[in-house]
């Protein structure tokens, strides 16, 4: 009897390749999926971030004046905010990027300062009837993500 010599793969090593390539395929999947998810989130955070420093720059550089400013599209009176003793909350709530189509809810806080004097050469001042102990919180709309920003903006 004549045996054939025969090369190649049997079903079952086939089907084991196929197997575990199937398994790193669902890994590599998983795993970018993650990725888009976290990178979706930092971007959003890297905006909240961008969004506090401008109405903190804003309110920085307009709230001498005591004016009106436009952030965002909409205005806001500066002249409560300089005027009215700490805590007070900016009446009307700021949307960027727009009112229209809100993704983020912006808070402006006057708070009172945590060092209420401030001593220098011997003379002692009042911190807050120079600055404005300021606190921005932005809330995205669509991630339970939250960023705050607090500083001092002069007044007077």
Known sequence: MERHKQAGFTLIEVLGAVVLLAIAVTAAVYLLGQTALFSGANARAGESVTIARTVMEELKHHLRSGGTIDLYGQQVDLAALQSTAPPYTLGAALH?????????DITVQSLAPAHAELTLDGETYEIDHYFRYIRITVASRSQDSRYTLEG?????
Do not use: G, L
């Not at 001092?152 to 007077?156: E, G, I, K, S």
């Open 96 to 104: 960027a990027p727009d009112a229209e189509a809100p993704q983020f």
């Open 152 to 156: 001092y903006a002069a007044y007077q």
